[in-house]
């Protein structure tokens, strides 16, 4: 079975937690480094919910980056060309039914 989110959001927490303290950090250092509040990381490392503009800020300030990196898919998707290649098939569905009028 699929884990929960908050079961995830507590294992990135722990993870993060983690990392801090493998730098000797403490959470007011962390903070100010990743220049979030304090009772945000305090939310993000107990699992609590967090925005992900501070998870990334904190994974940033830990000097984690491929960690987000490892995120981005492989092959980058632009909806809007899809939009334009339906398009073009529209089109020429369209001229292929048109017939000449005599």
Do not use: C, Y
């Given at each position: 079975?699929?884990?929960?989110?908050?079961?995830?959001?507590?294992?990135?927490?722990?993870?993060?937690?983690?990392?801090?303290?493998?730098?000797?950090?403490?959470q007011e250092d962390l903070?100010?480094?990743?220049?979030?509040?304090?009772?945000?990381?305090?939310?993000?490392?107990?699992?609590?919910?967090?925005?992900?503009?501070?998870?990334?800020?904190?994974?940033?300030?830990?000097?984690?980056?491929?960690?987000?990196?490892?995120?981005?898919?492989?092959?980058?998707?632009?909806?809007l060309d899809l939009v334009?290649?339906?398009?073009a098939g529209t089109s020429?569905?369209?001229?292929?039914?048109?017939?000449?009028?005599?």
């Amino acid at each position: 079975m699929a884990r929960q989110h908050q079961e995830l959001e507590v294992e990135l927490g722990s993870a993060l937690r983690a990392q801090r303290i493998e730098r000797r950090l403490t959470q007011e250092d962390l903070a100010e480094r990743a220049n979030v509040s304090l009772g945000a990381l305090k939310n993000l490392e107990n699992g609590r919910g967090s925005t992900t503009g501070t998870m990334v800020r904190v994974v940033h300030a830990l000097g984690r980056d491929e960690w987000l990196s490892s995120l981005a898919p492989d092959d980058t998707f632009n909806p809007l060309d899809l939009v334009d290649s339906r398009r073009a098939g529209t089109s020429r569905a369209r001229r292929v039914r048109r017939r000449p009028q005599a």
